[in-house]
């Protein structure tokens, strides 16, 4: 029996971002979608109802900790919501807090150790070990 893949929305203005987040993430089990803009992200949250958001911080149009106070307005209950961003650590920690977000990541974090710190943020929310028996 196989485990339910974790639905990840990645929103980001930079194509290539989202090229590599989606290979990335894909390759890790996850089940990925993809939007290009700030706009709309909202509409897309309530329709496709992904487990996580990974939200880029530096959008044209509205900034991502805009667009999470928007868009958790009408997400399903449980929907986690990440900053993500090439800025430094201590102010996308700082960023997160002030905005509500359920955790960030900083964009030099790719591949497995990006698969690895969603999977923790998940399992965290959800408040279960990483454990699953047989």
Do not use: C, W
Not at 22 to 48: I, K, M, P, W
Not at 69 to 98: H, I, N, Y
């Amino acid at each position: 029996m196989s485990e339910m893949k974790i639905r990840v929305l990645v929103v980001d203005d930079d194509q290539d971002q989202l090229t590599l987040a989606e290979r990335s993430l894909s390759a890790y089990g996850f089940d990925v979608r993809t939007h290009r803009s700030s706009l709309g992200v909202s509409n897309l949250v309530r329709s496709t109802m992904p487990d996580l958001v990974l939200l880029d911080v530096n959008i044209p149009a509205l900034t991502g900790d805009k667009v999470l106070t928007l868009a958790r307005g009408q997400a399903p209950a449980g929907t986690l919501f990440v900053l993500f961003s090439a800025s430094d650590e201590s102010t996308l920690r700082q960023l997160a807090k002030a905005s509500g977000a359920d955790g960030y990541i900083t964009k030099s974090t790719q591949g497995e150790d990006l698969a690895k710190k969603l999977h923790a943020i998940h399992a965290k929310a959800r408040g279960t070990l990483a454990s699953s028996a047989p």
